[in-house]
Structure formats: structure tokens, C-alpha cells
Nanobody
Framework: QVQLVESGGGLVQAGGSLRLSCAAS????????MGWFRQVPGKERQFVAA????????YYADSVKGRFTISRDNAKSTVYLQMNSLKPEDTAVYYC??????????????????WGQGTQVTVSS
């Protein structure tokens, strides 16, 4: 069973930065594609960023491109989301997700196998 634990969320002013972390259990982390999604109440979960299993391939939603960076440390079984130049519209619960035994990145929530519990990010104006 895969377990994911997100951390790093919080309250920040517009223009500020946060770094989210997602620590994963399991010995095959390096074989997993990883993604970050976000969700606000009443709306569907939205794709934010994804990385392939080696970390040398990444993909971003247009709304965060140039501001957010996804990265991973396979030795620590952890994926990160560095968020800069935050905007109030980035306010959401952020979730990390795993797609097991996958080589490329994925952008649809239904393609992922496991999810973390989420961490709240609130950006004040």
C-alpha cells in the first residue's frame, strides 16, 4: 500500500512563495510518475504539475507555468512543488498523486493510483 504525506502548506501573501513536499512510502518510488493537483470547494480537482519517474520530464498547467516548479528526490522518495509569485487564485487544497510503474508524466486525475490527504494553501491579497 502506498502512502503519501503532504506538508508545507500555509498562509502567504500574494507574491510570496511556498514549497510543498510529498513524502511517499514504498520501495519503488523511482518507478512512479508523480503529480500535483489542487481543488477548491465545489470544483473539480485541477491539474497543476507532473513529472516522469526520473524527474527529467515535467509538464505544467498554463496557469502556473513559469511560477511553479515540480522536482523529485528519488533517494528520499519525495516530490516537491516550489510555488513562487503566488496569487490569490492559487488558493486551494493541494494534493500529490502517484501513478505506479509509469515512465512519462500524466495530467488527468483519473490516471493516478494513489493520493495524499492534501495540504491547504491560502494566498491573501
Amino acid at each position: 500500500q502506498v502512502q503519501l504525506v503532504e506538508s508545507g502548506g500555509g498562509l502567504v501573501q500574494a507574491g510570496g512563495s511556498l514549497r510543498l513536499s510529498c513524502a511517499a512510502s514504498g520501495r519503488t518510488f523511482s518507478f512512479w510518475a508523480m503529480g500535483w493537483f489542487r481543488q477548491v470547494p465545489g470544483k473539480e480537482r485541477q491539474f497543476v504539475a507532473a513529472t516522469n519517474r526520473s524527474g527529467d520530464g515535467t509538464y505544467y498547467a498554463d496557469s502556473v507555468k513559469g511560477r511553479f516548479t515540480i522536482s523529485r528526490d528519488n533517494a528520499k522518495s519525495t516530490v516537491y512543488l516550489q510555488m513562487n509569485s503566488l496569487k490569490p487564485e492559487d488558493t486551494a487544497v493541494y494534493y500529490c498523486a502517484v501513478k505506479e510503474y509509469a515512465s512519462r508524466w500524466y495530467t488527468k486525475a483519473g490516471e493516478y493510483d494513489y493520493w495524499g490527504q492534501g495540504t491547504q494553501v491560502t494566498v491573501s491579497s
